[in-house]
């Protein structure tokens, strides 16, 4: 059973990084970021094949079984993501509406 | 006072011809602000003696307001009056607006509408409960907060510098006015319904309600 979820789960990062490769390669992401994925999904393969690096820290945070430690990390990151995509599709639609309006303005000044 | 007119447009190629119809023969200066429309607003708008501008995506009333609002005060106004282009709005209450802005006493003029008027019920009395929250919260009282037919200055259009940029834009109005104690007065308007799924929807509303709580927190 647990071997069957580290297999999906290893499965499931390679199949990240093959994805960010392809955004790498249509130019969607610059080096620094497909470093860092990679990075992050080797490191998550890394975790899944070999739990038990993960018990000192489980301990540490009072956390009683290593799979729980590996979803509250799971969480966290997950949050963050969304925060900062949130972030960001708020400043791109904050500038969108600028140029948007600007133009409008603009084209009206360039008829009179 | 120096009064222009700025009728934000979406979609609206069936009805806008008749509201310019009427509007121009106000002999008020006219601002339109096509708001990224796919039909023929902007032919239709083109036909008549107006300032045109166009978005070229859809970015909602706020912004459409906005740029109109921007316009029409490069252009010398000192004042504009906001009209829907749905028709929704009758002409022959813009009197009301201008009399009021002409005063000088009012920053703002906010347009109300009542049951006699038109209203369906169940939009009155959201209207009305969302007029108590407002209240609660910002010290202000209006009778119709999304009532999109209103008045206002040049000092107040700087002092507002409103961020929503869809229906959010009259509660948004409100709550500022509240809270940047500009003068204001509401006059009675009458309104006519058209399109049950244009406008305000039950979601737009959620959305303003929770904007209205966001508004409470920054202060």
């Known amino acids: ?112 | 006072m120096r009064i222009f007119i700025v009728i934000p447009a979406h979609n609206e190629a069936k009805r806008i011809g008749a509201v310019l119809a009427d509007a121009v023969k106000t002999k008020l200066p006219i601002v339109v602000v096509d708001d990224g429309s796919t039909d023929k607003t902007c032919e239709v708008a083109k036909k008549f003696k107006v300032t045109l501008l166009r978005h070229r995506i859809n970015l909602g009333k706020g912004s459409a307001l906005k740029t109109g609002c921007e316009a029409a005060f490069s252009m010398g106004a000192q004042a504009v009056v906001f009209l829907d282009s749905d028709g929704q709005h009758k002409i022959e209450d813009l009197p009301k607006f201008i009399r009021a802005l002409n005063t000088g006493k009012y920053d703002i003029v906010f347009g109300s509408r009542n049951l006699n008027m038109g209203v369906p019920i169940e939009r009155y009395v959201g209207n009305k409960l969302a007029s108590i929250l407002v209240n609660l919260l910002f010290n202000i009282y209006v009778s119709d907060l999304i009532c999109g037919y209103r008045g206002l200055t040049k000092r107040a259009f700087q002092k507002l510098d409103w961020e929503s940029t869809g229906y959010g834009v009259e509660t948004e109005t409100v709550v500022k006015c509240g809270r940047l104690g500009l003068t204001h007065c509401e006059v009675p308007v009458a309104t006519v319904y058209y399109d049950k799924f244009k406008g305000v929807s039950i979601l737009d509303a959620l959305g303003i309600l929770l904007d209205v709580f966001r508004w409470r927190l920054k202060r």
């Open chain 1, 1 to 112: 059973m647990i071997l069957g979820l580290q297999l999906t789960a290893i499965i499931f990062s390679l199949v990240m990084i093959y994805f960010a490769l392809i955004h790498y390669k249509k130019g969607q992401l610059n080096g620094t970021e497909i470093l860092s994925w990679i990075i992050i999904w080797i490191a998550a393969m890394f975790v899944v094949a070999f739990p038990e690096i993960l018990r000192t820290y489980a301990r540490t945070f009072f956390v009683t079984r290593v799979f729980d430690l590996m979803v509250l990390g799971g969480f966290i990151l997950v949050i963050s993501l969304v925060s900062a995509a949130y972030v960001r599709s708020k400043r791109t639609e904050k500038k969108l509406e600028e140029l948007v309006r600007k133009l409008a303005l603009r084209d009206t000044k360039k008829k009179k």
